[in-house]
């Protein structure tokens, strides 16, 4: 299938930002809609952001709408969270999932994902 694997977490006062990078490997992105999911504490896994196959389809959680852009770049199989504004509310860690039906990364069930990078935003 696809490999994935996460980078770019860690701590951030509250207003700070953040870049998330998933390096994706064994088939070529181009084919995968791309998407960041993060799981809180006692809170449901939630859809932050999504791009399909294209790029022409973008997804936001209206939580993260406004602050938080999802980007792609085929060529170098990578897909990215900036994360601006940040606020102790998006404390989580945040997953990069993939599949080939783009609604699946708004749905929450893609085929593929990545280990998890910890986000933690102090206020």
């Known amino acids: 299938q696809v490999q994935l694997e996460e980078s770019g977490g860690g701590w951030v006062q509250a207003g700070g930002s953040l870049r998330l990078s998933c390096a994706a490997s064994g088939r070529t992105l181009r084919m995968l809609a791309m998407g960041w999911f993060r799981k809180a504490p006692g809170k449901e896994r939630e859809a932050v952001a999504s791009i399909s196959q294209s790029g022409a389809i973008i997804y936001y959680a209206d939580s993260v709408r406004g602050r938080f852009t999802i980007s792609r770049d085929n060529a170098k199989n990578m897909v990215y969270l900036q994360m601006n504004s940040l606020k102790p509310e998006d404390t989580a860690v945040y997953y990069c999932?993939?599949?080939?039906?783009?609604?699946?990364?708004?749905?929450?069930?893609?085929?593929?994902w990545g280990q998890g990078t910890q986000v933690t935003v102090s206020s």
């Open positions: 999932a993939a599949d080939l039906v783009a609604r699946t990364l708004v749905s929450g069930g893609p085929s593929n």
